[in-house]
């Protein structure tokens, strides 16, 4: 099991609210990352970080923003939220290198009414 | 565009039969990953094959890996109903500093 936390697991929220997702892990991994995926459907990349103060944006773009202060902390923040938020957010880490495997966690299901 | 595609998109089998799942990507890669993924949960990951490796065992899952063709295929050996999930692979692209490219899933249904 790994040792990555994310609260919290479920958010249902109104529009234009700001929320904050949070993911912690105790590995001392240097890279982090954020997934967005939909059910069923694949991960989309929309942030990641190769260490403390390190952000940079994925694959897919995102309103979302995320800071990286801490080794462990990697935070993401939604300033107004909307119906098209409506997702799964996954977050992951990893030792840096190139031979990486990605500790997930357990993720967060947001849903914006 | 993405980098993995699995194949099939969906497997329905028996428990005690083998499953084969398969992946094809298109450009140079360092590794290939295998993930599973229980509904509504993160991802766990399986076993990473590096390019210069053709073939892996890990317990009841067998991956193998051809570069020529860009591709490689994930066996479960005498499946179980726990092994119901979705499974993705995952390429660790050639260069500095790559990322993960994952994709769209298989999802394996094994019933009792």
């Known amino acids: 099991e790994a040792d990555i936390y994310q609260t919290p697991r479920y958010l249902v929220i109104g529009t234009g609210k700001k929320i904050t997702l949070e993911c912690s892990q105790t590995m001392g991994h240097d890279k982090m990352y954020w997934y967005q995926q939909d059910p069923g459907m694949e991960l989309h990349l929309i942030h990641y970080s190769y260490g403390v103060n390190s952000t940079e944006k994925g694959d897919l773009s995102s309103e979302s923003t995320v800071s990286r202060i801490r080794t462990e902390h990697f935070p993401l923040t939604l300033e107004s939220a909307r119906p098209s938020h409506t997702s799964q957010y996954l977050c992951?880490?990893?030792?840096?290198?190139?031979?990486?495997?990605?500790?997930f966690g357990p993720g967060t299901r947001l849903l914006v009414l | 565009s993405q980098q993995g595609e699995e194949d099939p998109q969906a497997l329905s089998i028996q428990e005690g039969e083998n499953a084969t799942m398969n992946c094809s990507y298109k450009t140079s890669i360092n590794n290939l990953q295998w993930y599973r993924q229980n509904s509504g949960r993160g991802l766990v990951h399986l076993i990473l094959i590096r390019s210069n490796e053709r073939e892996k065992h890990s317990g009841r899952l067998r991956v193998t890996l051809d570069t020529s063709k860009k591709s490689s295929s994930l066996l479960i050996t005498a499946s179980r109903a726990a092994d119901t999930a979705s499974y993705f692979c995952a390429t660790d692209a050639s260069g500095a500093n790559s990322k993960l490219t994952f994709g769209k899933g298989i999802t394996l249904s094994v019933r009792p």
């Open positions: 992951a880490s990893s030792e840096f290198g190139t031979q990486e495997t990605q500790y």
